[in-house]
């Protein structure tokens, strides 16, 4: 079965400086989905990124972008120019390709933004 | 595209009662789930459809938790009889083939 570990319950970071969550899974696929979500108090799920494991290429989205090191099953998620706005809960998640099936989840990152 | 749509917002009920969650997915999209979030367990799915016929109900806790996909643009998650420890968020998302899950704003329900 696939899992999805992200070992840092919080994390802290100084108003417009760099922070990288991280994230570990666990899957027998070659092809697949892997994603972050941010959750702000509204509890709004929000697609941050996505990365298709078949694109050696990490994904890029203005301030965030990922490290995707497949052989080592790791998918890192590093916040350029932190602002108070990204505070919030983030989740990394995993899906089997082909972009069908479930969506399985880490436990989450809650993210402290510090003016 | 209004997004994915679940009502109520907010449930409050007594123990015993029947509750009825509700979600309309986007338009087009295939892939309909239900996921329940707490603190001590955070995300878990509960069921998922395709082309509205459940692939996955092992998340469902027990057998007072139903769902059904009755169309392409509705589902419901009914919970019956509600216990306090029901007590949650319940997200509905959608999805197609070509993209991700969208979520809706999910409902709080709180079981006294």
């Known amino acids: 079965a696939q899992t999805v570990t992200q070992s840092q319950p919080e994390m802290s970071v100084q108003e417009a400086e760099t922070v990288t969550l991280s994230c570990t899974y666990d899957t027998s696929e070659s092809d697949y989905y892997l994603f972050w979500y941010k959750q702000p108090p509204s509890r709004q799920m929000i697609l941050v990124i996505r990365?298709?494991?078949?694109?050696?290429q990490n994904a890029t989205e203005n301030r965030f972008s990922v490290n995707f090191q497949k052989a080592a099953k790791s998918f890192s998620l590093k916040i350029s120019d932190s602002q108070l706005g990204d505070a919030a809960m983030y989740f990394c998640?995993?899906?089997?390709?082909?972009?069908?099936?479930?969506?399985?989840f880490g436990q989450g990152t809650t993210l402290q933004v510090k003016p | 595209d209004a997004g994915v749509i679940q009502s109520p917002r907010h449930e409050v009920t007594e123990m015993g009662q029947e509750v009825t969650l509700r979600c309309k997915p986007i338009?087009?999209?295939?892939?309909l789930f239900w996921y329940r979030q707490t603190m001590m367990r955070g995300l878990e799915l509960l069921i998922y459809f395709n082309n509205n016929v459940p692939i996955d109900d092992s998340g469902m806790p027990e057998d007072r938790f139903s769902a059904k996909m009755p169309n392409a643009s509705f589902s419901t998650l009914k919970i019956q009889p509600s216990e306090p420890r029901d007590s949650a968020v319940y997200f509905c998302a959608s999805s197609s083939r070509t993209s991700p899950l969208h979520f809706g704003n999910g409902t709080r329900l709180t079981v006294t």
């Open positions: 990365q298709e494991a078949y694109k050696q």
């Open positions: 998640a995993y899906r089997r390709s082909p972009n069908t099936g479930k969506l399985i």
């Open positions: 338009s087009g999209h295939n892939s």
